[in-house]
């Protein structure tokens, strides 16, 4: 199994910026796409960004392109997501996840990753 664990979140003002880290340990070999979901009081969990950790490539969700940055350090077992031009809307508590390749996987549903972290609570104000 993969345990992760996700640090970085905060209060931040909108327009600023934070860079959330999420450190994985144990079967690290069986990562095929690591990703970050978010979710919001009453609302569902939404697909954030994602990354596949052999070959680096990388997807966004729409409501963060341009905006978020999604990286890997393979070495430290170790993914980062990168988060500019805060916005209210983007309040939610901040979820990495990691999965195995298996055929039909998809990056951005939440039944592709089989672990998860705790979370991490990302606040944004005005």
């Known amino acids: 199994q993969v345990q992760l664990v996700e640090s970085g979140g905060g209060l931040v003002q909108a327009g600023g910026s934070l860079r959330l880290s999420c450190a994985a340990s144990?079967?690290?070999?069986?990562?095929?796409?690591m990703g970050w979901f978010r979710q919001a009081p009453g609302k569902e969990r939404e697909f954030v960004a994602a990354?596949?950790?052999?070959?680096?490539?990388?997807y966004y969700g729409d409501s963060v392109k341009g905006r978020f940055t999604i990286s890997r350090d393979n070495a430290k077992n170790t993914v980062y997501l990168q988060m500019n031009s805060l916005k209210l809307e983007d309040t939610a508590v901040y979820y990495c996840?990691?999965?195995?390749?298996?055929?039909?996987?998809?990056?951005?549903?939440?039944?592709?990753?089989?672990?998860w972290g705790q979370g991490t609570q990302v606040t944004v104000s005005s």
């Open positions: 144990g079967r690290t070999f069986s990562i095929y796409t």
């Open positions: 996840a990691s999965g195995p390749y298996y055929p039909g996987s998809t990056y951005y549903l939440s039944d592709s990753y089989g672990f």
């Open positions: 990354i596949r950790w052999s070959g680096g490539s990388t």
